[in-house]
């Protein structure tokens, strides 16, 4: 069983890194910023309520996230495991996450950080650019389209999302040092903690990250 959670502060690469253990473990990635964005793009009363939220750099109310998570979980592809993106942030969170699997006969396997300077992060986050269309993703510092604002994959306009502004990424770095980063102590001390560092090439992080899961995931 591998349930995973990845932490690290916004731009630290959770996502990209996700989708490769996605596709190494046939494991769904959940990231409650997606699923927050779905719904908003849905227009659903729970996107409705979030945006705001998420426009400011604030955390979602837990009760809303726990909510969405919740039945996220009930879906059958969790069911031999899942990488946890963005989720928990707060420690409340983390408690109702323990409570959750425990309800289930489950346990978590690995929480594993990854580590990025701030003012890397806050490049990285200026930087980034996706594409509506088909997903892929761009970094006009890191890894640029061929034309501006094109998508190389299938032409369509790239995007910037709404929170990637210098004034929200402020707010969200100090949400993150108040709110998420007392996660790191929560579970170090429970024998599933390693941290990673984030700021090699994606491929180095990504076999770091492995060899990670495999030790964790292998102890129990
Ligand atoms: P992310 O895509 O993970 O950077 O999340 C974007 C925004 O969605 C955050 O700034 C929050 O407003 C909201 N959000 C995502 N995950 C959570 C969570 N676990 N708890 C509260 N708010 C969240």
């Keep these: 069983m591998k349930n995973i959670i990845l932490l690290g502060a916004p731009g630290a690469g959770k996502g990209t890194q996700s989708e490769r253990l996605v596709a190494e473990y046939g494991i769904p990635q959940i990231s409650t910023g997606d699923l927050l964005r779905s719904e ?5 009363a729970l996107g409705q309520e979030a945006a ?3 426009d ?49 006969g489950k346990s978590l396997s690995a929480v594993i ?3 990025v300077a701030e003012d890397i992060l806050i490049k990285r986050l200026l930087g980034r650019r996706k594409c509506p269309a088909c997903g892929a993703n761009f970094n006009v510092y890191f890894n640029p389209p061929a034309q501006e604002g094109v998508c190389d994959v299938c032409g369509a306009q790239l995007e910037q999302r709404k929170d990637d502004n ?3 990424i402020r707010e969200r770095f100090l949400v993150y040092q108040n709110q998420t980063q007392p996660l790191v102590n929560y579970y170090r001390g429970k024998g599933l903690y390693a941290e990673i560092d984030g700021e090699q090439a994606a491929d180095e992080i990504y076999s770091r990250l492995r060899q990670e899961v ?6 129990g």
């Excluded at 996230?65 to 990488?83: L, Q, W």
């Excluded at 495999?214 to 102890?219: A, I």
């Design 40 to 44: 908003r793009k849905s227009q659903s």
């Design 52 to 54: 705001g939220y998420m």
């Design 56 to 104: 400011s750099g604030k955390l979602v109310p837990d009760d809303l996230v726990i909510r969405m998570v919740e039945k996220r979980f009930a879906e059958k592809d969790c069911a031999a495991g899942f990488i946890l993106d963005g989720f928990p942030r707060t420690v409340e969170q983390a408690d109702k996450l323990g409570e959750m699997l425990q309800k289930s």
């Design 113 to 115: 950080n990854i580590v």
């Design 166 to 168: 210098e004034e929200t």
């Design 214 to 219: 495999e030790k964790l995931c292998g102890q």
